[in-house]
């Protein structure tokens, strides 16, 4: 079985920084690429950054300019470093993980850290 653990989310005043952890654990093998998503209130989930074996990084639309992803794909660890955060960046972040192989992969989601940015 496999499982994600996030860490790092909590309450932060607008323009503050938060690093969120994730530590993968279990029966993973080739594991290939990890990712941040994140739900905000009424949207839908959508990608933050995501980073593969090879350390080629993918942001969503705007994520690029405050949001850094980096990893140590040995430990199975992925993190989120959030810099000059905004009120809409009020979300859940949630972790995910593909590995296997790539004809039948598999996909695997944490349960999320909640990031609430207010005054």
């Known amino acids: 079985q496999v499982q994600l653990v996030e860490s790092g989310g909590g309450s932060v005043q607008p323009g503050g920084s938060l690093r969120l952890s994730c530590v993968a654990s279990?029966?993973?093998?080739?594991?290939?690429?990890m990712a941040w998503y994140r739900q905000r209130p009424g949207k839908q989930r959508e990608l933050v950054a995501a980073i593969n074996s090879d350390g080629v990084e993918n942001y969503g639309d705007s994520m690029k300019e405050r949001f850094s992803i980096s990893s140590d794909f040995a430990k199975k660890t992925v993190y989120l470093q959030m810099n000059n955060l905004e009120i809409e960046d009020t979300a859940d972040y949630l972790c995910?993980?593909?590995?296997?192989?790539?004809?039948?992969?598999?996909?695997?989601w944490g349960q999320g850290t909640r990031v609430s940015v207010a005054f």
């Open positions: 279990g029966n993973i093998w080739n594991l290939y690429a």
């Open positions: 995910n993980i593909v590995f296997g192989e790539f004809s039948d992969f598999s996909s695997v």
